[in-house]
């Protein structure tokens, strides 16, 4: 039969049932790739799966709301490094990092990656930024993770990025003795044109500080539940918007923890009194302990670090010493600095609503100071 | 008179105690100070503070005011020690030395 010969009736229906068929096999076939495609995306899914920890957008310690998110995210890295195999850091939202919040972050992170070897980190790389005045792109972030050492503590490659002036003179250390080298190469490193009068006043508030830590920061295990027994120090060194910025940092029971181990408690209450304290919270014990200039009454001779730890403020009218312990912030500066405005008071404690469990010791020196 | 530089026993000087990590004061003493005291004489010293990448003050009280502590020169011959210190780069390390000796001598009696 020749095909015009077919009737029209006929030839529509064959037409119609042949349509129907393709758009049945279009839809199975469909159904069939959507359903591979989903088994395959499980199954991958089940190989990578990986706790994620999402980074702040300012790692920062300096202002209350930065300071709780910065310990919470710290606390979740804590809880997700030592609960699970794989973990994954993410750094999509996060801007800045300072200098404080970044010692205390790579402290940690440092921590968690010798205690716990096997652990599988994967990160999202901070985002690109856009500078205000050109629109030209920025990798700053993720440049001061390079510089914090951050990918190669996670054993991640580093991406060829940009040199900044203000971040590639980072530089950062940790012992768990007191070694002065460690302290005195990173002041050597960070800026040449220190004077041998300012390396030598900077290397002994770091010293005493180091010090200290290794003395007296770990009487017992940290209480953040991991049991982990690293008695480290970690130290930074850079320039931050013409500041030379100096930090010693270590993950111990913090200042409000040993002061009142440390001391004679006559001692504590006569200092609170004269300070007008009550001693109830840990910024106003870490303020005591700035004037608390003797370890013990039995040892008479020592307690000498204190007084280094603040001295740096009598050579630097715009020098800041900060101190974080736990919850406590203690915040000090040149008495004799002239101020064009309000006055400002000589030194202020800030307590915060979540503890940093550790101690970070900052002193911050204008740049035109030190070369002056 | 025989001179003893800091410097080449450290070039960073350390903490206060050896447990605490190295070139510590009480290192200090022990191997320089007392040895060199015992074999020369506290009057025929002289100790060079130059050359370093600086002090903590934990050294320094451990170093010379150990030497009290310790009974290895008497006051007296710790201030001939403290006179015959050299500090150009920092002369205030000589005061503060000094102090160290004072506060100790006044323990000690």
Known sequence: MKKNKIRKELKLSIDGKRHWRSIRKSVLSGNITRRAHRKKRQQLRGCQWHAEVKAPPKISLYDPRNHEKTVEFLRDLRAKVSRNAKVRICFRDTRQITAAGGLLFIAELDRLVTAYPNVKFSCIRPPVQHDSKYGNESFVTESVLNQIGFFKLIGLQEKNLPSYPNVSCWRHSQGSVAEGAIAGQLLNHVNEQLSSHDKKRLYRGAIEAISNCVDHAYPSLRPDGLGINDRRWWMFVGIMMGKLVVCVCDLGVGIPATVPKKHPKDRIKALLEWLNLKGTSDSELIHVSTYLSKSRTEQKHRGKGGKDIRELLQYYQGARLTIFSNKGCFRDWNSDKPTAGEPIPMAMIDEQKKSIQGTIIEWTVPLEELSA | ?109
């Open chain 2, 1 to 109: 008179m025989k001179t003893i530089f800091v410097k080449a026993f450290s070039e960073f000087p350390g903490p206060r105690y050896r447990n605490l990590g190295p070139s510590s004061g009480q290192e200090f003493r022990e191997e320089i100070l007392i040895p060199a005291i015992k074999q020369y004489g506290a009057h025929k010293l002289i100790i060079n503070l130059d050359g370093t990448c600086g002090y903590g003050s934990s050294f320094l009280e451990e170093a010379f005011g150990g030497l009290l502590r310790d009974r290895v020169v008497t006051p007296e011959e710790a201030s001939v020690l403290v006179g015959n210190l050299v500090s150009e780069e920092d002369p205030s390390l000589v005061d503060e030395i000094r102090e160290y000796i004072a506060d100790e001598s006044t323990r000690g009696s």
